[in-house]
Structure formats: structure tokens, C-alpha cells
């Protein structure tokens, strides 16, 4: 019986051994996946900037070319009615 109890407490340690070790490969990876995601966060926030910049340029330039296109248009029809 204590033969037994001996092998049985053997395996336990073993498992708990084991459940440790894998424990922390978890928390190895999740502090791994934690970084990545930071990094691909900052990566998406620094993308998302530039392209706000890029539409705000764009648009200005939309102004702009319609301001030039109305004057266009406005001289136009300054020469037909002349």
C-alpha cells in the first residue's frame, strides 16, 4: 500500500512539475503576445495618422482645384457674354 501511495505521489509531483513548466510557457507567450500586440497597435495608430494626413492634403487639394475649375468656368462665360 505505501508502495502504492509512494508511485502515486511520484506521479503527482511529476504532473505538477510538468503543470508548472507548462504554466509558464503560458505566461512566456502571452507576455510575448501582449508586445506584439502593442507593436501592431502603435503600427496601426502610426498608419492611421499618416493616412489622415495624406486625406487632409487631398482634400485641400479638391478645394483648390474646384476654386480653379469656378474661375475657369466664370471666365468662360466672361468671354461668351462679351
Known sequence: MAAERDVLQERVE?????????QSRVDEQ???????????HLELQTKIYDQAQEITILHEKLENREKEVCNEVAQCIMCILL
Do not use: G, M, N
Not at 502571452?30 to 501592431?40: A, F, H, I, N, S
Open 14 to 22: 511529476q504532473q505538477l512539475i510538468r503543470i508548472s513548466a507548462l
Open 30 to 40: 502571452r507576455q510575448k503576445d501582449d508586445r506584439q500586440l502593442k507593436e501592431v
